[in-house]
């Protein structure tokens, strides 16, 4: 019988945030209801399904320009203990002379992460449990407000915290602070107030400082948080979203209009805020939306439809199966983050509590998706903390030389900088304190837990289909080729939907950067999965067509 060789899709704009929604595709249509293909079947909607076998379903997995890849997590900062569980936010705190450490605050004890100590350390704990924290850099100080309970700003110098006096405002009337044009924002749950542009601190209503407050006609409900942006800042309640746009005006320097088409947030994980003055994201009552001053528009109607659907699932590694969970009735917990003006990760918590167990990463680049499944309580840009002062070796302990990169004696003496590459600051923060980093790259020194499963292949609507041989290519050549890093298993089903059986694949041949795997299997549809460490580039079938199903 004859042998048919061909591809399957790696770079497809979507895949099925379930599985179980995907329906059946096929190699040659002949009959099928078909639309004429993109010239590229790559990262746009206009590619978004073709009835082309492709990516299933994933986890550990991110796009790349060539195609998939594993990936990995290395831990940069120890847990405090094995048995601590307050950590809930990493917030970076940066002074004057632009140091970077880390800020917890963990309910007020305030934990502080530097360079130089290598751990977390709590610093003038207070009593702040079930508050909300903002922050707001100004004028070279990073300001931080527990709701109701006021401004405190963190000592870099001394290793303290101290608490701020707001001329003109009540502690317990602020529920959260951000920034914008040099102004110092302080609101409360309908009022916006901007600083002095002389003290951040004085908020003493004033045409000659430059002072103010306003009660936005737009506010349709509580503010949950204000974001900087671009010219002036954009203000989000519980039901829509008002840009503030800034004027020049000293006497009125900013003016207030709805955002068409936006959504509100009920919490202040829902939105991003560390990036750049560019589009805002975030989880609104519209869905995941982008959000300008000048509009707003949709992400995606199926991330929606996944994060509203209260179901969920993963990947049983033990029988080799993808298992559905349903949530029962118990909605998503949804945090927002934008890293490294590339990567828009959505973490989501399947019981709704503090903890993420998953993650849904947009290279907005590649304008393709990923999945990740770590628990994490934060998701982060990371700073790198730099060694604060002049250095002694004790602080350069556990430092290689590779580490210190072209670091030059003089710059070892003011302190230790890092300038990291995109593909290196995506950070997470665990309960315990533990911070680990995502890894991207090419080098995979250490295995990894990727799965990715592709399907569902059938040759011919009227035919059934024989596996032979899959042929993977990776851009991982590791140095012993006859032992690669991956498992792969051949997912049967002989009824078109259900993935029941399950065989492994046997390893034929092997060469650098080239594995072929064989298992003569016959179903109506087949799906490959392949687990381990790996980044892929092609993947290349041989089948064969069986009898009439």
């Known amino acids: 019988m004859a042998k048919h060789r061909f591809t399957g899709s ?33 990262g ?9 076998p492709q990516l299933l379903y994933c986890e550990n997995v991110l796009p790349t320009a060539e195609g ?28 004057a002379d632009e140091n970077n450490f880390l800020f917890c605050p963990a309910g007020g004890q305030n934990y502080i992460y530097r360079g130089n100590v290598g751990a977390w350390v709590s610093t003038n704990p207070i009593s702040a449990e079930g508050k909300q924290v903002s922050r707001a850099y100004v004028n070279g100080r990073t300001f931080i407000c527990y709701a109701g309970l006021g401004i405190y700003e963190y000592d870099t110098v001394t290793d303290t915290f101290a608490k701020l006096t707001l001329v003109g405002l009540t502690d317990a009337a ?30 003493v209503p004033s045409t000659l400082t430059g002072a103010g407050f306003s009660i936005p ?14 010219g002036g800042f954009i203000i989000y309640t519980a039901k829509n979203a008002v840009a503030a746009v800034y004027t020049n ?15 509100g947030i009920t919490t202040y994980e829902q939105v991003t805020s560390d990036q750049s003055a560019g589009p805002q994201y975030a989880w609104t009552t519209g869905g995941l939306q982008k959000i300008t001053p000048q509009g707003s528009e949709s992400i995606s109607a199926e991330i929606n439809d996944f994060l509203a659907g209260e179901k969920y699932e993963y990947w049983d590694d033990v029988n080799k199966r993808i298992v559905l969970v349903s949530g029962g009735g118990v909605e998503f917990g949804v945090k927002v983050t934008y890293i490294a003006s590339r990567f828009l990760i959505i973490s989501y918590s399947v019981d709704n509590t503090s903890t993420y167990q998953y993650a849904i990463v947009y290279d907005t680049i590649l304008k393709r998706w990923g999945k990740l499944k770590f628990d994490h309580n934060d998701c982060f840009a990371y700073p790198y903390p730099n060694v604060f002062g002049d250095l002694t070796y004790e602080d350069l302990s556990g430092t290689s030389y590779e580490a210190l990169g072209e670091a030059t004696y003089a710059e070892l003496a003011d302190g230790l900088e890092s300038d990291p590459p995109s593909k290196k600051t995506v950070a997470f923060l665990k309960a315990n304190g533990e911070v680990h980093l995502l890894l991207m790259t090419y080098s995979k020194e250490a295995a990894q837990e990727g799965v990715a499963i592709f399907g569902k292949f059938q040759l011919l609507r009227a035919r059934m289909i024989t596996m032979q041989t899959v042929d993977i290519e990776t851009a991982l050549i590791n140095n012993n080729a006859s032992e ?22 046997k390893l034929l041949s092997s060469s650098p950067g080239l594995y072929r795997y064989g298992r003569r299997k016959t179903g109506i549809n087949i799906s490959v999965a392949v687990e381990g460490t790996f980044a892929l580039t092609t993947y290349l079938l041989e089948v064969t067509a069986d009898g009439d199903r």
């Open 174 to 203: 602020v529920t959260g602070i951000g920034a914008s044009n040099n102004y110092l924002i302080a609101f409360t749950y309908i009022t916006v107030h901007w600083s002095s542009l002389i003290d951040p601190l004085d908020f």
């Open 68 to 95: 998939l890849q594993s990936v990995g997590y290395e831990e940069v900062v120890p847990a405090l203990s094995p048995t601590t569980s307050v950590f809930d936010q990493a917030i970076t705190l940066r002074d």
């Open 249 to 263: 005006n000293i006497r009125a320097p900013f003016s207030f209009k709805e955002v068409n088409n936006a959504g």
């Open 10 to 42: 790696l770079n497809a704009a979507d895949f099925p945030f379930m599985s179980v929604l995907q329906g059946r595709t096929v190699v040659q249509p002949q009959l099928d209801n078909n639309v004429k293909t993109t010239q590229s079947f790559y």
């Open 44 to 52: 746009t909607e206009e590619s978004a399904n073709y009835n082309i």
């Open 484 to 505: 690669p890093r991956i498992d792969v298993n051949l997912l049967v089903s002989r009824d078109g939907k259900n993935l029941a059986e399950v065989q492994p694949m």
């Open 217 to 230: 006609q737009d506010v349709k409900a509580k503010i949950t948080t204000v974001i900087g942006t671009a």
